[in-house]
């Protein structure tokens, strides 16, 4: 199976799970993130990171229902099927992105779903001054940042979302 299949069977197969508390599955969700990068013009490898960021939900276990790390396993899960770290590295930074806009936009951590800022607890709580400097610093923090704010707007249940077809040109595009 190519690595496009892999992850459109993996969509189909557990993208129904409910995201962790929130209106919608996890496909709905990433999809949604997806074509909000999409609609903001980036480049495919941004779109590809904000479609794929969750897939460490629907790899790791039948429960989503606790954190385990998913940027880490997602991220892992994408290195193996040949995406490029512009994509792997947005996906494995997307939870410390979250961290590190608790620490420096005050607005930021105000405007998180409830789901969102109950597990940020879980993911360490906002970052300290000093880890935010060192985080901002890290090459795919701008993309990580990125992917999180199409993240944290990818929760709507009235928003119409794409197919999974709709981005198999742009993550062939990524694989080349
Ligand atoms: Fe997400």
Known sequence: M??????????????GANYLGEAVSIATHMLQAGALAQRDSVSPQLVAAAL???VGHLVA????????????TGAQWLTQLGFPSTVTEAVRLHVAAKRYLCSVEPAYLE????ASVRSLELQGGAMSAQEATAFA???HAAAAVAVRRWDDAAKDPTASVPAFDAFVPV??????
């Open 2 to 15: 190519s690595s496009v299949e892999t992850v459109r069977s993996l969509f189909a197969s557990r993208g």
């Open 52 to 54: 794929l960021h969750d």
């Open 61 to 72: 276990s039948t429960s989503a229902q606790h954190d385990a790390r998913h940027e880490e």
């Open 111 to 114: 405007a998180l779903s409830s």
């Open 137 to 139: 610093e890290l090459e």
């Open 171 to 176: 993550l062939e595009s990524v694989l080349r």
